[in-house]
């Protein structure tokens, strides 16, 4: 299977200096590889990036925290992610994911390894979404626990989803603005449908990540701002940033960390809703205890 692209080895300085506490909201950990095998029912191979690549990564660009998403390349063996958590020094938490197999016991060591939520797939690259009954009783498990769900899901299944996202009683995130097509623009039914439910679900925050794969026009992804502003508007106090380090599974083009940072002060030219995105609500999503 070949190695999917890698980051940008040669990231720009950010033009500003994120506030203290800053917090990237979505990252990724791989490897290495003879520690922390990848899954052999894995859809791609990711290149070996492990801890070190990425807290050089985050102090060059000024960014303090970070929120390390289980990789479905790693499969439910969180132990790469738990790891890198371990060495963070308490700068990084976590979002796993678990299979059946997941006991009780395994579940308080996740929550003491600083994992606070759940990923799911429901997406086709990436076996087309999870068995309902073992999703459902997996929220009811990680509720008193006080964590949240994270959904991962393309546009296209955002209407089927409608009845999921009613249901759900605990707090979960959206992946990636939804992963819609920027070319579509912010009218289209099913970013509209997000930003109507961010609007009046209180429950329903969002990642203003992923701007590489909704730009249609490419580096340096202007054309993903009205979206991060839109979904915003509809929920100030519910939307964290990330830059999807170190952008797996991407077939376009590769982001220059740096460059994220900068896109997102110009989405953002008020330090006040920087603050809020980088800070103060990771802070109350992650950081609840």
Same mark, same amino acid.
């Given at each position: ?66 929120? $390390? ?5 790693? =499969? *439910? !063996?969180?132990?790469? /992610?738990?790891?890198?958590?371990? @060495? ?114 209180? $429950? ?5 990540? =992923? *701007? !590489?794969?909704?730009? /249609?026009?490419?580096?340096?992804? @202007? ?67």
């Amino acid at each position: 299977m070949p190695v999917r692209h890698g980051p940008d080895d040669h990231p720009s300085r950010p033009s500003w200096t994120p506030p203290p506490g800053a917090c990237d909201s979505h990252v990724h950990v791989f490897g290495p590889f003879d520690r922390f095998p990848l899954d052999p029912a894995r859809t791609f191979t990711p290149p070996e990036v492990p801890f070190e690549r990425l807290r050089s990564l985050h102090d060059f660009l000024g960014i303090e925290r970070s929120i $390390l998403v289980q990789s479905a390349c790693h =499969g *439910s !063996d969180n132990s790469v /992610t738990i790891d890198a958590i371990a @060495r963070s020094g308490g700068r990084y938490r976590g979002v796993a994911i678990v299979g059946p197999e997941l006991t009780d016991a395994e579940l308080t060591r996740l929550h003491d390894g600083g994992m606070r939520g759940v990923r799911f797939h429901f997406i086709a690259h990436l076996g087309h979404g999870p068995d309902m009954d073992f999703f459902w009783r997996t929220l009811d498990r990680i509720e008193p626990m006080g964590w949240h769900a994270q959904l991962h899901f393309d546009a296209g299944s955002i209407p089927q989803l409608v009845p999921v996202f009613e249901r759900i009683r605990i707090p979960f995130v959206i992946d990636h603005m939804g992963r819609v097509s920027a070319k579509e623009g912010i009218e289209q039914p099913a970013f509209k449908t997000l930003t109507s439910l961010l609007a009046t679900n209180p $429950l329903a925050w969002v990642k203003v990540s =992923g *701007s !590489d794969r909704l730009s /249609t026009q490419g580096l340096p992804f @202007r054309d993903a701002i009205p979206f991060s502003r839109a979904l915003y508007a509809a929920a100030p106090e519910r939307t964290v940033w990330g830059t999807d380090f170190p952008h797996p599974n991407l077939h376009g083009d590769i982001p220059n960390d740096g460059g994220l940072v900068d896109l997102l002060a110009q989405a953002f030219p008020d330090p006040a809703d920087r603050q809020r995105i980088l800070v103060d609500n990771p802070t109350r999503l992650y950081w609840r205890d």
